[in-house]
Nanobody, 126 residues
């Protein structure tokens, strides 16, 4: 099992930057594919970015390509999301997720992940 705790959210003006962190406790994360999702009020939870267990393969939603960067430090058991050029439409609760993996792929659907953090609020003002 792995427990996930997100941090780094907050209020930022449009055009600003934030870096989210997801700290894992329990087992090492080196055997887990991981991802960042977000959920805006009244909307479904959707994938923002995903990364395979070694960090060699990544996925980004079209809405964040070129602005967000997902990365991981398996030694520190931490997943990151660097968010630049933030827009008001990026406002949401951001969740990290993990799924045990042996294939080396990443996952982009909520139902594919077994472990979730509690979320961190990101608010971008215009």
């Amino acid at each position: 099992q792995v427990q996930l705790v997100e941090s780094g959210g907050g209020l930022v003006q449009a055009g600003g930057s934030l870096r989210l962190s997801c700290a894992a406790s329990g087992r090492t994360i080196s055997s887990y594919a991981m991802g960042w999702f977000r959920q805006a009020p009244g909307k479904e939870r959707v994938v923002v970015a995903a990364i395979n267990l070694s960090g060699t393969s990544t996925y980004y939603a079209d809405s964040v390509k070129g602005r967000f960067t997902i990365s991981r430090d398996n030694a520190k058991k931490t997943l990151y999301l660097q968010m630049n050029s933030l827009k008001p439409e990026d406002t949401a609760v951001y969740y990290c997720a993990a799924e045990w993996d042996y294939s080396g792929r990443y996952y982009t659907n909520t139902y594919e992940y077994s472990y979730w953090g509690q979320g961190t609020q990101v608010t971008v003002s215009s």
